[in-house]
């Protein structure tokens, strides 16, 4: 079994980089001097959403959902088809060498009123997993968590798309305190904050950053600020996140199904003074 080979000139990324998957086979007695070739797509997109799916895949290095205006020409994936990708555009700038091949996909709203949402890049030579969510059908509809799976079968890589469950959630059970949150390394402008007594769900927006937030209580200066690694489900104590007046709420990690879920909670002493005993 052998890579994907390029058939395109390598130096530069202004012709699409056009990917077969080759397997070569042994062939038993009495041709066991053959060997059979097997040319195959070698990256085949299918999915189960009731929805259709515009894809746009490139060569690229970065994970983040792209911000650029997307080619005029992409192609669509109808509800629970499949799509072989035989062209991956290339990303001005980038030489092939540190590139490699990335999809990310939106649902098909063409005609719609509104700005795309595209997910975040899903590296196809990766076996692994990759979760992301997508805008509901309307306004105010709740989003779509997708899971995308991709696999290794003989020469080509299987990107199945499937209907996924959210991966974290933040409740903040404080009855008087908003938590601003960040992931780990991304700008400020990524922020974003839950209100006393709410929840929210999420994903990272950086899948290439750790899976980290860096928290504070709104009101309390950065110097405050306190990181929580949620790469590791299994640990269920936290650092203690503190408030203006010198006390602190309570962390702690649980798992809700598939969900890791942290968890924001006043104390005993604070809880007693709001209700005034």
Known sequence: ELPAVDISEASDLDPPVRALG??????????????LVWIVPRYIVTHDLDEALLLWPR????????????PDDLPSLPPRGSLALDDIPGEPGNSWAKSLPLLSVCFDRRGAQGQKQWSLQIPMLTVGDTWFALDGKAPGDPQKVIRASTQLIGATMFVS????????????????????????GCEATDEWVVKPCQYQRFV?????????????????GRGKEVTYQLGDLSRTSMPSLQVPDGDALKVTLQMNGLTGTLVFSDTSKQRLIRSGN
């Open 161 to 184: 798309l499937t209907r996924g469950s959210w991966p974290f959630c933040i409740e903040n059970r404080s009855l008087t305190h908003s938590i601003v949150f960040v992931q780990e």
């Open 22 to 35: 080759i397997s070569v086979q042994d062939l038993p007695a009495p041709f066991e001097r053959t060997k």
């Open 204 to 220: 990272f927006l950086d899948p290439e950053r750790p899976k980290s937030l860096v928290a504070r209580v709104r009101g309390v």
């Open 59 to 70: 060569m690229g290095t970065g994970r983040r959902a792209p911000t650029e205006s997307p």
